[in-house]
């Protein structure tokens, strides 16, 4: 009967699908910690890459200058307006850099030799002046620039009138270094964007004269720095607080109010401190979704949800196979008591044999036919469920127990048939070579000639050949199957005449039997088969004893434990018709 577990999910099961469900969500969490690992590296390495273009490209703006300053030098200490313009002609600013509005000289002058400066500049240029009017003790004119064409208002501006110009070219006079002004509006500049001077110093180091300069208006040098179209960050440029750069505005159609990553880099550049503020647009986050880890999960509990459904119904399909089972279990059951009790009536009433025979041939055959075709029907519908990785195994052991107990009964059935068939064959008289029927034997079971050898004064017999094989082929079979390897098999088959008898014995060398049960063994149904050995009925020597007390002779055993066995018997030899020998009752 099946237990009260059986059927439903169990245990195991629930385990099971913890355990995979545990496994979906770390394997959902360890994607989703990767992609965010990616995708915080990507955005590390474009806003690295950012402040990187930032620096270099000051850096090489810085390299231009210090070209202006070797310029100068190489014209011992001054430069004229026309070698400057033929400079700056040379260096192909709007193409080699990009971003700078121009580049000039600035000359540096105290109120005692301002006049002198003004007399020679006017000299060449006669339209030529300083501007604003200041205070300062210092002035720091403007003396070329070029493109003129674009930056012709700068010509004159003394840059000392302002903080943030003067400061830086003090600072870069007094250092030595390149350095930028903090934010100023250009003159030259109609829309008053926020830019910044970059200045480098010329002249001795006791005695600077001047700088050569380059004004920028940050929107354009950072148009020339990347374009916006190539980077999925955008960034902010702060100085002092005041912001000299925004591309975080609603207007850029890929602003991303809520970016997924952002940072503030602070950045020194030539004297002044400029903070980075970067953060990823809507591109960015179009291209880095957690979308991946997003479908693990999905696909995770889907799978999840189908397990589970396969479980319940793995537990319906098994409940109605146990149920089923339990059917035929039962079913079997009723038969072999059935059987048992009509074997226990046949031991005592031999007449009414026929009558079990036929009972037993339409009865039992029939029902075990259609159990074991319901049975394959099962294993049919059940195949794709047999294949499967999760398919229950106790309910293909199930109906493997099914088939087994099919086979046996189907044996039990033949062996039935085979007993009542003594009685119908008796006085069947044909000549029995016996050499022939141990070659036919040798044959059928396998066996070199060596393994079965006939002594002996007989080799043939013709008083009721038809049992008189059934009793060869049964004993020679037990020694054949129930042999158990130790040594080489040998079975002996010995056939002497005694008179109007003949007694033949057949001898193994197998592992014996014990000498309790030498009378138990020719009992119907009786067995002394252990887990380990081939499948029997227990009829086999019981239609030998039958059958040799029908032809009114006598069956021994001589054998013990790992000695072999030898089973003598004495039969007809004379022609005496079989069925004039009385039956012997079974002992």
């Not at 360890?30 to 474009?46: C, K, L, M, P």
């Not at 110009?165 to 926020?194: K, N, W």
């Not at 070579?433 to 013709?462: C, H, P, R, V, Y």
Request: glycine share 6%; charged share 25%; net charge negative.
């Amino acid at each position: 009967m099946s237990g009260p577990a059986e059927g439903r999910i169990k245990g195991i099961h629930v385990i099971v699908v913890c355990l995979s469900l545990f496994l979906t969500l770390f394997a959902w969490q360890f994607s989703r910690q990767q992609i965010e690992t990616r995708v915080g590296q990507r955005f590390e390495d474009s806003r690295d890459s950012a402040i990187r273009l930032i620096v270099d490209r000051m850096a090489k703006y810085e390299d231009a200058l210090w070209a202006g300053v070797a310029a100068i030098e190489s014209h011992g200490g001054d430069i004229s307006y026309p070698d400057w313009h033929a400079f700056a002609q040379s260096l192909d600013i709007h193409e080699k850099y990009p971003g700078i509005n121009g580049i000039g000289v600035i000359h540096f002058h105290s109120a005692e030799t301002l006049s002198a400066y003004l007399r020679e500049q006017r000299g060449v240029r006669p339209t030529f002046r300083i501007f604003p009017e200041h205070d300062q003790s210092i002035y720091m004119p403007i003396t070329f620039i070029e493109p003129e064409s674009t930056n012709a208002a700068a010509i004159g501006l003394d840059v000392a009138h302002e903080t943030n110009r003067r400061m830086a070219a003090l600072a870069s006079r007094d250092t030595g270094t390149a350095q930028i002004t903090g934010p100023i509006t250009l003159v030259q500049d109609e829309s008053s964007t926020p830019g910044f001077l970059f200045y480098t110093p010329f002249g001795a180091d006791d005695a600077v004269e001047g700088a050569v300069y380059a004004p920028f208006v940050v929107h354009k040098l950072m148009e020339g720095l990347l374009a916006t179209e190539l980077r999925n960050v955008r960034f902010s440029i702060h100085d002092a607080g005041t912001v000299i750069y925004n591309e975080h505005t609603a207007e850029d159609e890929l602003y991303d109010a809520d970016p997924m990553y952002s940072d503030r880099v602070k950045v020194d550049l030539y004297g002044r401190t400029w903070t980075v503020d970067l953060r990823t647009n809507l591109a960015f986050r179009e291209q880095n979704t957690y979308a991946q880890s997003t479908y693990i999960l999905l696909a995770g509990l889907v799978i999840e949800a189908l397990i589970i459904s396969l479980l319940f119904l793995m537990a319906k399909a098994n409940k109605r196979a146990i149920s089923f089972a339990d059917h035929v279990t039962r079913s079997l059951k009723k038969k072999t008591v059935e059987l048992d009790a009509m074997n226990k009536e046949l031991c005592t009433k031999n007449e009414a044999l026929e009558e079990f025979a036929y009972i037993a041939s339409h009865d039992l055959k029939t029902p075990i036919r259609g159990i074991n075709g319901l049975t394959e029907m099962i294993e049919e519908d059940l195949e794709d469920y047999f294949a499967s990785s999760d398919a229950n195994p106790e309910v293909k052991q199930n109906l493997a127990l099914i088939h087994a107990r099919i086979t046996r009964m189907n044996q039990l059935t033949k062996g039935i048939m085979d007993y009542a068939k003594i009685e119908v064959s008796a006085g069947v008289n044909e000549p029995l070579d016996l050499e022939k029927t141990l070659a036919d034997l040798e044959f059928d079971l396998g066996l070199e000639k060596e393994q079965l050898q006939l002594k002996g004064d007989i080799t043939s017999i013709d008083v009721d050949t038809v049992n008189l094989r059934r009793v060869l082929e049964n004993l020679i079979g037990n020694a054949v199957k129930y042999h158990d390897g130790a040594q080489p098999l040998r079975v002996a088959v010995s056939a002497k005449r005694m008179g109007d008898r003949c007694m033949i014995s057949v001898a193994d060398n197998g592992p014996g039997i014990h000498p309790k049960f030498h009378t138990r063994i020719f009992k119907v149904f009786q067995t002394l088969r252990s887990a380990d050995m081939p499948e029997s009925t227990g009829i086999g020597l019981a239609i030998v004893k039958k059958s040799i007390e029908r032809h009114g002779g006598n069956i021994t055993l001589e054998s013990e434990l790992g000695h072999g066995a030898t089973f003598s018997f004495d039969w007809p030899a004379d022609g005496t018709q079989a069925s004039d020998l009385p039956l012997k009752e079974a002992a």
